[in-house]
């Protein structure tokens, strides 16, 4: 999982891993409904080309492409309480998503870093994945 801003170049680097927490989805996503916030699948949106290249490398139906929306955008800031609430509760208790939760908290530090860049430039985002 990885994130992706909007434009060709917004001026900052925006690489995430993203390994970890995609490994550990279906926990964060109970851990953020358990804290009261969006989780982070909400912010996935793809375009076509995104889509395309998610069902070549085995992904997905091809059927898909033919009813894909058009890519959604989120504020910097829309993100921000989903992964400052997940931060805070791993950086309390780093064991509730066993022995990868500290690899969780160091990306979502990450998505943090990119989030903030992003809110400060004015600019939008989207989660994406690879599965490679």
Request: without cysteine; glycine residues 8%; aromatic residues 8%.
């Amino acid at each position: 999982m990885y994130i992706v801003v909007q434009g060709e170049d917004p001026g900052f680097n925006i690489y995430v891993n993203g390994r970890a927490l995609a490994r550990h989805e279906s926990a964060v996503e109970r851990l953020a409904l358990e804290l009261g916030v969006r989780p982070l699948l909400e912010f996935f949106s793809a375009d076509e080309s995104s889509m395309s290249l998610l069902i070549e490398e085995g992904a997905g139906n091809p059927e898909l492409l033919k009813r894909l929306p058009p890519p959604q955008w989120y504020r910097g800031e829309d993100g921000m309480p989903t992964v400052m609430a997940l931060i805070e509760s791993l950086e309390n208790d780093p064991q509730q998503l066993g022995t990868e939760g500290a690899s969780v908290l160091e990306e979502l530090r990450e998505y943090e870093i990119v989030l903030r860049k992003t809110a400060e430039r004015d600019l939008r985002w989207h989660l994406a994945v690879s599965w490679r």
